[in-house]
């Protein structure tokens, strides 16, 4: 099928791109890298009037570190319309937050990742999706703006339902604080798909500090493919935080990631046992290799 018609709007920037959306209202939709809305757009899921493109919209793209403030981490700032291929090529994303740098070669095919973009992803909010994940694991922190003016909102208040996130209709994700962990931090981002560059069955985004006792500072974990949204599994991260490290087997973690959750996926690819089952072991897997390389961090 090919999609039905719209009209082409194509900002210069950032403030006349909310104020289109503002105008338009609910019949226009965003269009950043296309690689999720196009085939949306060409089965008819969505049938916007009105594509306010912003490929050519300054002031949405780019990668800059900035350091740490009143004791919190510094962040690494992701215009939203960063593309993927742009973070896998940044040594500047690569030292600052390498757990978004890794997560970067596992979504779909360099084609993809040529277009796709940062904010797409996280605006899709696609369950299966790895960036998703990395925002929650990390506490990253999403810029919107609308033309009631900029706000902020953290990753575990941004997804709000099955490919919904708490922007507006109106607002634009402008950009994305990426926190930098620094000390004795260890990351790791594991998934099982039957194919490389497929949509990952289920998969987990790891990070872990360790203090200079060995015991687990902080940690997040992010995981996709088992619920209807991105998830965070917090009960695990609780678990774990303040304990020896060498008192948290693995396999206790990734049962504790899987244990809460009540709405996993089942469809062709895999049984939601199955998806619980791999969940858990990708989780062990990837905690393991986050605290081993924290350890020796
Ligand atoms: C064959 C194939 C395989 C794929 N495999 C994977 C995979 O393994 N893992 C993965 O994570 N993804 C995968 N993707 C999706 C891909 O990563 C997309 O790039 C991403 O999901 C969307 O980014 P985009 O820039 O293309 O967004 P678009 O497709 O342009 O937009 C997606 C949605 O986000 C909204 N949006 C975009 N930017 C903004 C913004 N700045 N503010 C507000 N709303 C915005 C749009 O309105 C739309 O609703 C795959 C895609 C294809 C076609």
């Known amino acids: ?31 950043a890298g296309g690689q999720s809305l196009v085939p949306m757009l060409a089965l008819r899921l969505a049938v916007p009037e009105h594509l306010v493109d912003l490929r050519r919209t300054a002031g949405l793209r780019g990668v800059a570190e900035h350091g740490p403030a009143d004791g919190r981490d510094g962040v690494l700032r992701v215009g939203a319309c960063t593309t993927q291929t742009a973070i896998e090529r940044s040594a500047e994303a690569a030292r600052a937050v390498p757990l978004l740098a890794r997560a970067t070669p596992l979504i779909g095919h360099f084609q993809i990742r040529n277009r796709g973009t940062v904010g797409g992803s996280l605006a899709h909010a696609d369950a299966a999706a790895e960036y998703p994940a990395v925002a929650l694991a990390l506490g990253a922190l999403l810029h919107a703006r609308s033309p009631r003016g900029a706000r902020t909102v953290p990753a575990d208040r941004f ?31 594991e998934e099982f798909a039957r194919r490389g560059g497929d949509f990952a069955i289920a998969g987990a985004a790891v990070a872990v500090e360790l203090d200079a006792a060995d015991r687990v500072r902080r940690c997040g974990i992010g995981l996709f493919g088992l619920g209807a949204t991105p998830l965070r599994a917090a009960a695990a991260e609780e678990a774990a935080t303040g304990t020896a490290v060498a008192d948290v087997t693995a396999d206790e973690v ?34 393991r290799r986050a605290v081993r390389e924290a350890a020796h961090a």
């Open 1 to 31: 099928m090919k999609p039905a018609a719209f009209d082409h709007h194509a900002p210069a920037d950032v403030g006349e791109a909310v104020a289109m959306l503002a105008d338009l209202g609910e019949d226009a939709k965003v269009i």
């Open 159 to 189: 997804f709000t339902g099955m490919w919904t996130t708490d922007l507006a209709d109106d607002e634009l994700l402008t950009a994305v604080d990426f926190p930098v962990w620094r000390g004795r931090r260890g990351f790791a981002i």
């Open 254 to 287: 990734g049962r504790a990631a899987v244990a809460g959750l009540d709405a996993v996926p089942a469809d062709l690819h895999a049984s939601a046992d199955h998806r619980r089952h791999v969940g858990a072991a990708v989780t062990a897997r990837a905690w």
